[in-house]
């Protein structure tokens, strides 16, 4: 009876992982942009628009989504924003600082940065069972996030009007979270800075209620941001152009949060200077001298090499350039929309942890002062940015 059971176990395993990396040429579709791309396909209402490059997708069901995360191939669900990246800007594109000049502000700052509520937020984050975007614990876990943003607003001096912070509503339950520092120059009141992450995990083979604590895809990167704009709030930081602070929902689901709420300003005209994702910041890896990973693909070159310069002027670890593949993290959504992004990953991509997607991502495997040179990085892109 024990022989049947693992061979039925077995067979229904191999099923999963075959339906996952099945593609169709039927189901292939040209993604150069058409009106009647738009219109909803009812032989496939109950897949999704799944694209796994910058030249086609594929309509895939849930099962074969969760394929795709078993075998690692990072994806878009472009099913809801197949409009992303369309809309016409007229915007002028900014020219980046050729080195930084805010030393005077940034170093008290990041003086101030600790690993302390860095340990001590991460260790609740990561109590939930899981953060996929889908369950109950995904919800849970984001209104727990987002009392900490509204905690920190609320023990400063700032005005509602000057520094806000906001659920960003999506038709899952599990919500986006923007925190917003107004910027002080009437001239720039349409430009942005933002600085991500992503709050959402997931287990590979049980997405819904399996254990995964993400302590590092991606609560290193959401407790790295989170210590970056306390430090901005009781340092009484006061940008010329608004700051955006954004923790996305649904990132392992296709980069949907992200996605949302980049059509969303996309569709308002909001030029956005540039956007740095910080997304796994906390293993060191065994193959390589500690450093910060810089994603060379799929990100603006020009930001890129200012994100260096910031590295060199701020923290105390080298740079290595790494490739991560398309849509890897949130800001391949910006990118798509026509934004300058950014990406800094813990380190070289093929060195990176190998527990994410699994109940042993956790705090054992991470270094908290490998996770504090982000949040120098995440301080220093805010403020000298803002200023220019």
Avoid at 86 to 111: C, G, R, S, W
Avoid at 233 to 260: C, D, I, M, N, T
């Amino acid at each position: 009876m024990i022989k049947f059971l693992f061979i039925a176990l077995l067979i229904t395993v191999l099923t999963v992982l075959v339906a996952g990396l099945r593609i169709t040429i039927q189901d292939s579709i040209d993604l150069t942009f058409n009106p009647e791309f738009q219109l909803s396909n009812s032989q496939n209402e109950e897949k999704r628009l799944i694209q796994t490059s910058s030249s086609t997708a594929e309509w895939m069901t849930e099962e074969q989504v969760f394929g795709l995360i078993r075998n690692k191939i990072k994806f878009m669900d472009i099913t809801d924003y197949r409009s992303l990246g369309t809309k016409y800007k007229a915007f002028k594109k900014h020219e980046f600082p050729v080195t930084p000049a805010f030393q005077d502000e940034v170093m008290p700052l990041i003086n101030n940065l600790t690993t302390k509520y860095m340990r001590k937020n991460l260790e609740k984050f990561t109590s939930f069972r899981n953060r996929y975007y889908k369950s109950k614990y995904g919800a849970e876990s984001s209104q727990w996030l987002y009392d900490q943003v509204v905690t920190i607003v609320k023990n400063s001096n700032y005005s509602d009007a000057i520094l806000s912070v906001k659920q960003f509503p999506h038709r899952w339950e599990q919500k986006s979270i923007i925190a917003r520092f107004q910027g002080s120059d009437d001239d720039k009141s349409n430009e942005v800075v933002i600085v991500a992450a992503h709050q959402d995990s997931v287990n590979m083979w049980m997405p819904s209620f399996g254990r995964a604590p993400g302590a590092d895809d991606d609560g290193s990167g959401t407790v790295t941001i989170l210590e970056a704009f306390r430090v901005l709030v009781e340092g009484q930081f006061r940008p010329k152009r608004s700051v955006e602070f954004h923790w996305y929902s649904a990132e392992e689901g296709g980069l949907l949060g992200s996605q949302a709420i980049a059509s969303h300003y996309e569709n308002l005209g909001v030029d956005v200077i540039a956007m740095l994702q910080n997304d796994m910041t906390g293993y060191v890896g065994k193959k390589y001298p500690e450093a910060f990973g810089i994603v060379v693909d799929f990100v603006d070159p020009d930001l890129t090499e200012f994100i260096r310069k910031l590295i060199k002027s701020y923290a105390q670890l080298p740079a290595r350039n790494t490739k991560c593949g398309y849509a890897c993290s949130d800001h391949a959504s910006w990118r798509k929309a026509g934004y300058p992004s950014a990406f800094a990953i813990e380190g070289a991509f093929e060195d990176s942890n190998p527990y994410i997607h699994t109940s042993n991502d956790v705090l054992d495997h991470l270094s908290f002062e490998h996770m504090l040179e982000f949040s120098k990085l995440s301080v220093s892109f805010a403020v000298e940015l803002s200023h220019i």
